[in-house]
């Protein structure tokens, strides 16, 4: 888990080879692994994380594939993340994450920064790497993280106000139209919009699938797919690939997989 409390600036000092902080700006630990099938490039960029007190490197990989495992059972803050390895490229890698940690791409290839940054990389690094380029990268981290925390409260504070007696109120074209949360079968995503299907409608509305992936977790709804988000209470059966409702079956995403089926145990008291 990320903690963290700094003020508006960001002033680095570097003694004896180690970064500390000017002013009481951070207490902050960044739990990071590393992947990258070069050894000599990661013992640059372990040798690099050493120096940053509150960088916390849990673990390091030579392919993406073994990186799974830990992302899945750890909380990983940032990835530092190569590009051309065998069998699954850094981006291939990126793309299957449904909630990738920050990542901060190392490549001696500049051809891929353009799709690296669609895929909101904190920052794409030319190897070789200096220390003072990766500090640079590093310094992002806080800034962007602020940005969300407070977006992460306003998300908050709009549910709250618009959730009342147990549903809220969805725009559809140029209508406010109310769901109750309790009638709610599924969410879908369909490239801008979310179709929210229910026990007595479907509705439509422009918005990302991760907005009510955040605001309904609270209420039992589970993200099985990169464009499904489900209530967990409205589930009949489930298996390795997929759920049904309302003899609806709705596949899990194989990135998901893992989460999924572990959760549902829980949720559902299976031993």
């Not at 680095?12 to 902050?28: E, P």
């Not at 849990?58 to 750890?74: G, H, R, V």
């Not at 992460?152 to 725009?171: G, I, R, Y």
């Not at 309790?182 to 179709?195: F, G, P, Q, R, T």
């Amino acid at each position: 888990m990320l903690i963290y409390s700094f003020t508006e600036i960001i002033i680095l000092q570097i003694n004896s080879g180690t970064v500390t902080t000017a002013t009481k700006i951070l207490t902050m630990n960044i739990n990071c692994i590393i992947i990258d099938d070069e050894p000599l490039a990661m013992a640059v960029i372990e040798n690099y994380v050493q120096k940053i007190s509150y960088l916390n490197l849990i673990a390091k990989f030579d392919n993406p594939i073994d990186a799974y495992a830990i992302l899945q059972k750890e909380a990983v803050d940032l990835i530092f993340l190569d590009i051309e390895m065998p069998d699954l490229s850094g981006i291939d890698f990126l793309k299957t994450l449904s909630k990738p940690p920050k990542v901060i791409i190392t490549s001696a290839n500049k051809d891929y920064a353009l799709e690296g940054f669609e895929l909101n990389v904190l920052d794409y690094i030319i190897k070789p790497i200096t220390f003072e380029r990766f500090l640079k990268a590093i310094n992002k981290f806080p800034r962007e993280n602020q940005v969300e925390t407070q977006k992460h409260e306003d998300l908050q504070k709009e549910f709250k106000e618009t959730v009342k007696e147990n549903s809220l109120f969805v725009k559809e074209n140029k209508k406010m139209v109310k769901v109750y949360l309790d009638n709610i079968l599924y969410l879908e995503s369909i490239k801008d919009y979310v179709k929210i299907f229910t026990t007595r409608k479907s509705v439509i509305t422009k918005q990302q699938l991760s907005y009510y992936e955040e605001l309904l977790q609270p209420y039992d709804f589970l993200r099985i797919h990169r464009s499904l988000l489900v209530s967990v209470r409205k589930i009949e059966a489930f298996g390795a690939t997929s759920v049904e409702i309302e003899k609806k079956e709705l596949p899990i995403g194989r990135s998901y997989k893992e989460q999924v089926i572990e959760t549902l145990n829980k949720k559902l008291n299976i031993s």
